[in-house]
């Protein structure tokens, strides 16, 4: 297990963007898939993206996809999520995740460390 530690959260306006960061401690980073979850207050976490161990591979909901960007940079222990043209559905909290499995990578079952979560809250 790798401990993960958010940051970036805030108040943004609809239409505006932010960049989550989260950074790992521990060891093999860079053999684990990273993802971001959120959840939403009354909800079920959600998957919102991953990324593979290289950055070959990221995956996306369909309700970001084309809005938000995930990143990795493995010399920094570190995995970013660009989000832009946030909307007030978007208001949640956003977990970043590890896991070493590489399938269904998009259910909260399939990872074993979480950090502990940065609130994001889009006003309209």
């Known amino acids: 297990q790798v401990n993960l530690v958010e940051s970036g959260g805030g108040l943004v306006q609809a239409g505006g963007s932010l960049k989550l960061s989260c950074a790992a401690s521990?060891?093999?980073?860079?053999?684990?898939?990273m993802g971001w979850f959120r959840q939403a207050p009354g909800k079920e976490r959600e998957f919102v993206s991953a990324?593979?161990?290289?950055?070959?591979?990221?995956y996306y909901a369909d309700s970001v996809k084309g809005r938000f960007t995930i990143s990795r940079d493995n010399a920094k222990n570190s995995v970013y999520l660009q989000m832009v043209s946030l909307k007030p559905e978007d208001t949640a909290v956003y977990y970043c995740?590890?896991?070493?499995?590489?399938?269904?990578?998009?259910?909260?079952?399939?990872?074993?460390?979480w950090g502990q979560g940065t609130q994001i809250t889009v006003s309209s």
């Open positions: 521990g060891r093999m980073f860079s053999r684990y898939v």
């Open positions: 995740s590890a896991t070493r499995k590489m399938d269904s990578l998009d259910s909260t079952r399939q990872y074993d460390s």
């Open positions: 990324i593979t161990p290289s950055g070959g591979g990221t």
